[in-house]
């Protein structure tokens, strides 16, 4: 996948959310991050910027310097929270939910609007860290995928 412009973010492919709200993870971004491994993951509100949310997995998220999300918040981190319902704490909101072992996810109409997304949308996916990856909804990174002359596949 590309990086847009020497030295920037790298970009896995761009995911359009379906009508019934699901969205396939890039395949490179479900590998590298091997997101299907725990059977659900964690999704959290986007920055500003970027808009969208982030996805990563109990199996990265837990033994990074970020693990106290789920130590603090014992109900995301044992999934007896409901699904897709967001959790406030330190200026993010966080959930989880199911994947499928071919990457997919699928965003409830109550999910949408907490992220302020709807069906049709294109998310950008970013590799953000060695934690999480991104799927920006908005912002300049999207419009220079938008405007790249080179190929980003479309998911």
């Known amino acids: 996948m590309p990086q847009m412009t020497k030295g920037g973010k790298f970009v896995f492919g761009i995911s359009v959310i379906n009508q019934n709200g699901s969205v396939c993870i890039p395949p490179q971004a479900a590998a590298e991050y091997n997101i299907t491994a725990d059977k659900k993951i964690y999704i959290f509100t986007g920055s500003r910027k ?7 997995r109990k199996g ?5 310097k970020l693990g106290h999300i789920l130590t603090d918040n014992p109900h995301l981190r044992d999934y007896t929270s409901e699904q897709g319902e967001f959790i406030k704490y330190k200026g993010r909101s966080y959930c989880w939910t199911h994947i499928s072992d071919d990457g997919k996810i699928i965003l409830t109409d109550k999910m949408m609007a907490f992220l302020n997304i709807c069906p049709d949308m294109q998310l950008l996916s970013i590799r953000s860290s060695d934690i999480a990856f991104t799927m920006g909804a908005k912002g300049p990174l999207l419009e220079k995928a938008r405007n790249y002359q080179g190929e980003i596949p479309v998911f």
């Open 50 to 56: 970027t808009g969208g949310f982030c996805v990563t």
């Open 60 to 64: 990265l998220l837990a033994p990074s």
